[in-house]
């Protein structure tokens, strides 16, 4: 369909999401590529693809081109607070921290 070139996976996004950056919606891609393998062995099973879609690659900003705009999107911004939680922690009141993620490998 796109043979997982950076042209094709632009074809087939969402318009409405101008502001993703393309080193993660690469990924996501490939992600849903490997969940359609033809042969069910070659499948991720959930366990590994909860795993793969939470260690998302850093971005390469030395890279140009990297993302579809250049707007940091709210995801990106969400997980660069997780990259440094103590800097988080700092930053909110108390009463006002969030819990720490759950671990979604162990359901």
Same mark, same amino acid.
């Given at each position: 369909?796109?043979?997982?070139?950076?042209? #094709?996976?632009?074809? !087939?996004?969402?318009p409405?999401?101008?502001? !993703?950056?393309?080193?993660?919606?690469?990924? !996501?891609?490939?992600?849903?590529?490997?969940?359609?393998?033809?042969?069910?062995?070659?499948?991720?099973?959930?366990?590994?693809?909860?795993?793969?879609?939470?260690?998302?690659?850093?971005?390469?900003?030395?890279k140009? #081109?990297?993302?579809?705009?250049?707007?940091?999107?709210p995801?990106?911004?969400?997980?660069?607070?997780?990259?440094?939680?103590?800097?988080?922690?700092?930053?909110?009141?108390?009463?006002?921290?969030?819990?720490?993620?759950?671990?979604?490998?162990?359901?």
């Open positions: 369909m796109t043979d997982s070139i950076k042209e #094709g996976v632009l074809k !087939v996004l969402d409405r999401l101008p502001s !993703v950056p393309l080193h993660e919606v690469m990924h !996501v891609f490939y992600v849903a590529m490997l969940c359609v393998e033809e042969q069910a062995v070659e499948r991720p099973t959930m366990r590994e693809v909860v795993q793969i879609l939470t260690e998302l690659p850093k971005s390469q900003s030395s140009q #081109g990297d993302s579809i705009t250049t707007e940091p999107s995801h990106s911004a969400s997980a660069a607070a997780h990259d440094s939680p103590s800097s988080a922690a700092k930053d909110a009141p108390k009463d006002q921290q969030q819990p720490p993620p759950t671990d979604l490998l162990s359901i």
